[in-house]
T-cell receptor, first 112, second 117 residues
Framework: QKEVEQNSGPLSVPEGAIASLNCTYS??????FFWYRQYSGKSPELIMS????GDKEDGRFTAQLNKASQYVSLLIRDSQPSDSATYLC????????????FGPGTRLSVLP | GAVVSQHPSRVICKSGTSVKIECRSL??????MFWYRQFPKQSLMLMAT?????????EQGVEKDKFLINHASLTLSTLTVTSAHPEDSSFYIC?????????????FGPGTRLTVL
């Protein structure tokens, strides 16, 4: 069964710290990887996409992809209380085709 | 990105009634739109792929006769929940994939929260 797995959390970090969110996927043919942020009661918002191995940085966010280990992560530097949300990992391609498969999400709480 | 709207944002209805949810792509023409459902504290589950000018493609376990999808134009897809029951209460979200610049990204509408009494 094709799956995307995440630690459900909650992950609590103090303000200003680095938050590290992890995601593993089972379909080795997956090609595209995404991180979405979802505030309570709202729809998901795309914050990062990554397509090749290595790191991709955008402001305080860094996505890391390791296809050999079937692992993708998101680092949030200088975490702020406004970063408190659920972070969804999504995977596309391979056996999923054009469909996106979402992980269960990790709830992040940044403590002031 | 892409700008997507949904209407209504929230609906409360009695059991047995039908509810129509509209999804509009505001800044590009979408031949394909996606409909998701999200129950409390769960992740998004793809219900169906809406295709302009042809039948929608439903995911396994989703009743096509209960969840009617119409993609009448390149900017509008509708989801009708027929004979809604309390177990249909959920957060319904549509998305589009502009596939611009060769990148495959989905952008979501604000969602519609359905409560069936």
């Amino acid at each position: 069964q094709k799956e995307v797995e995440q630690n459900s959390g909650p992950l609590s970090v103090p303000e200003g710290a680095i938050a590290s969110l992890n995601c593993t996927y089972s379909d080795r043919g997956s090609q595209s990887f995404f991180w979405y942020r979802q505030y309570s009661g709202k729809s998901p918002e795309l914050i990062m996409s990554i397509y090749s191995n290595g790191d991709k940085e955008d402001g305080r966010f860094t996505a890391q992809l390791n296809k050999a280990s079937q692992y993708v992560s998101l680092l949030i530097r200088d975490s702020q209380p406004s970063d408190s949300a659920t972070y969804l990992c999504a995977v596309n391609g391979g056996d999923y085709g054009q469909n996106f498969v979402f992980g269960p999400g990790t709830r992040l709480s940044v403590l002031p | 990105g892409a700008v997507v709207s949904q209407h209504p944002s929230r609906v409360i209805c009695k059991s047995g009634t039908s509810v129509k949810i509209e999804c509009r792509s505001l800044d590009f023409q979408a031949t394909t739109m996606f409909w998701y459902r999200q129950f409390p504290k769960q992740s998004l589950m793809l219900m169906a792929t809406s295709n302009e000018g042809s039948k929608a493609t439903y995911e396994q376990g989703v009743e096509k006769d209960k969840f009617l999808i119409n993609h009448a134009s390149l900017t509008l897809s509708t989801l009708t929940v027929t004979s809604a029951h309390p177990e249909d209460s959920s957060f319904y979200i549509c998305s589009v994939n502009p596939s611009s610049g060769g990148y495959n990204e989905q952008f979501f509408g604000p969602g519609t929260r359905l409560t069936v009494l």
